[in-house]
């Protein structure tokens, strides 16, 4: 069974860091692309970075680029994925969400709530 535990979300400063961490299970981690989402209030959830599977390919959305960066790790079986996120902006107020996609189907964590207080 497909299990995320999602943490380190919490309360900012605008200009302030926070990272968020994705602990992944029930399947093998490193032949799969990882993503991070987001869904703001009132609005949809949207693709914010991704990571290949090997970790050597990133993408970022125009809106965080230069200000977050993902990563991940497979040593001693963490399996893990993170988001480090930078110069933080209230409009990165959000809940964050991690994903796989396995064939036809998206597996989301339960996501973590990230506050951004100008």
């Known amino acids: 069974e497909v299990q995320f535990v999602e943490s380190g979300g919490g309360l900012v400063q605008a200009g302030g860091s926070l990272s968020v961490s994705c602990a992944a299970s029930g399947f093998s981690f490193g032949t799969y692309d990882m993503a991070w989402y987001r869904r703001a209030p009132g609005q949809e959830r949207e693709l914010v970075a991704s990571?290949?599977?090997?970790?050597?390919?990133?993408?970022?959305a125009d809106s965080v680029k230069g200000r977050f960066t993902v990563s991940r790790e497979r040593d001693n079986a963490k399996n893990t994925v993170y988001l480090n996120m930078n110069s933080l902006k209230p409009e990165d107020t959000a809940i964050y969400f991690c994903k796989v996609q396995r064939g036809s189907y998206d597996y989301w964590g339960q996501g973590t709530p990230v506050t951004v207080s100008s």
């Open positions: 990571i290949s599977r090997s970790g050597g390919s990133t993408t970022y």
